[in-house]
């Protein structure tokens, strides 16, 4: 034990954290949740404010430094929200990266949410490969809100209609501005037969 804090403690010295490396180093379940402002809208509901610098820290180092513990303190903040607003079965489904951008990252940080926030839920399971990106897109950051809306028209598309049909859904993204992605998955699924669809945000 001691023999690993000395290793860590080598490491900062050689690679000195970034500050939000840090910040998620030291924060804690009890400490995010305090964090937590469910807002619901027509489209989404979103469980913090991208405001907070915690839940930003959190975010940047899951998305660009696939950090575990990021993932695990924001996947249980969503498996304690699931659990507290559904009591049937529902399917999540983690927005999908276009391949290219799976290809250049090596992971969808979507996903890695979902898979905590459903270990403990038995009447919620998850769909990874229903919902593709079949096009690739400019980043919504990079745009404006007129360009961010029109930017996701017809990105998804289905494999497997015959999945759809009368089952209830929850999308879920990470951070969302506009809900263009969203709003867009969510009509692919109705319009192929969804009983209902959800959309979560981590973040707004």
Same mark, same amino acid.
């Given at each position: 034990?001691?023999? /690993?804090? +000395?290793?860590?403690?080598? $490491?900062?010295?050689?690679? &000195?954290? !970034?500050?939000?490396?840090?910040?998620? #180093?030291?924060?804690?379940?009890?400490?995010?949740?305090?964090?937590?402002?469910?807002?619901?809208?027509?489209?989404?509901?979103?469980?913090?404010?991208?405001?907070?610098?915690?839940?930003?820290?959190?975010?940047?180092?899951?998305?660009?430094?696939?950090?575990?513990?990021?993932?695990?303190?924001?996947?249980?903040?969503?498996?304690?929200?699931?659990? /507290?607003? +559904?009591?049937?079965?529902? $399917?999540?489904?983690?927005? &999908?990266? !276009?391949?290219?951008?799976?290809?250049? #990252?090596?992971?969808?940080?979507?996903?890695?949410?979902?898979?905590?926030?459903?270990?403990?839920?038995?009447?919620?399971?998850?769909?990874?490969?229903?919902?593709?990106?079949?096009?690739?897109?400019?980043?919504?950051?990079?745009?404006?809100?007129?360009?961010?809306?029109?930017?996701?028209?017809?990105?998804?598309?289905?494999?497997?209609?015959?999945?759809?049909?009368?089952?209830?859904?929850?999308?879920?993204?990470?951070?969302?501005?506009?809900?263009?992605?969203?709003?867009?998955?969510?009509?692919?699924?109705?319009?192929?037969?969804?009983?209902?669809?959800?959309?979560?945000?981590?973040?707004?």
């Amino acid at each position: 034990m001691y023999f /690993s804090k +000395y290793i860590s403690l080598c $490491i900062d010295l050689l690679f &000195p954290p !970034s500050a939000d490396e840090l910040c998620v #180093r030291n924060l804690s379940y009890s400490d995010l949740m305090h964090h937590m402002s469910i807002t619901d809208t027509a489209y989404a509901t979103y469980l913090f404010s991208y405001k907070n610098k915690k839940v930003r820290a959190l975010l940047w180092q899951l998305k660009y430094k696939n950090d575990t513990k990021a993932a695990e303190l924001l996947g249980t903040a969503l498996r304690d929200y699931l659990a /507290s607003r +559904y009591k049937t079965p529902h $399917i999540l489904i983690p927005l &999908p990266l !276009s391949r290219t951008r799976f290809l250049e #990252r090596g992971y969808n940080q979507v996903e890695s949410i979902a898979d905590v926030a459903a270990r403990h839920i038995p009447y919620i399971s998850i769909e990874k490969k229903l919902l593709i990106r079949s096009a690739h897109t400019k980043p919504q950051t990079k745009l404006g809100r007129l360009e961010r809306l029109t930017n996701m028209r017809g990105v998804f598309t289905l494999a497997d209609h015959t999945q759809i049909d009368n089952k209830a859904f929850i999308l879920l993204d990470d951070v969302t501005t506009t809900g263009a992605s969203l709003r867009e998955a969510r009509d692919t699924l109705l319009s192929a037969g969804a009983a209902s669809v959800d959309c979560i945000a981590i973040a707004h």
